[in-house]
């Protein structure tokens, strides 16, 4: 089973790579309506997947589920 965990450590070093980047390019971004353009799209793409899987990734009593735009950051 030696080739189980190597595959299992390249693919958990390749999502965290992943994850570095996207958090990079975030903190790059100084608009705040830019960074909720990205948010709001990372939780749909998220919410699609969660729930062609098994539902939806985030539950809707989350707080995260309500979070509002704040008049100006919209674009």
């Known amino acids: ?6 595959n299992d450590d ?3 070093d390749a999502r965290g790579c992943e994850e570095l980047r996207l958090i990079r390019a975030f903190l790059r971004l ?3 309506g830019r ?4 948010l709001e ?3 749909q ?4 997947a969660g729930s062609a899987a098994t539902g939806p990734a985030v ?3 989350h707080p ?3 979070l509002e735009t704040s008049p100006g950051q919209a674009e």
Do not use: I, N
């Not at 089973?1 to 190597?6: A, R, S």
């Not at 793409?45 to 699609?48: D, H, M, T």
């Open 59 to 61: 539950p809707a009593h």
């Open 45 to 48: 793409l998220a919410e699609e």
């Open 1 to 6: 089973m030696e080739g189980v965990t190597m």
């Open 10 to 12: 390249v693919v958990r």
């Open 30 to 32: 100084r608009d705040p």
């Open 64 to 66: 995260s589920s309500r």
């Open 35 to 38: 960074r909720q353009r990205v």
């Open 41 to 43: 799209l990372a939780e």
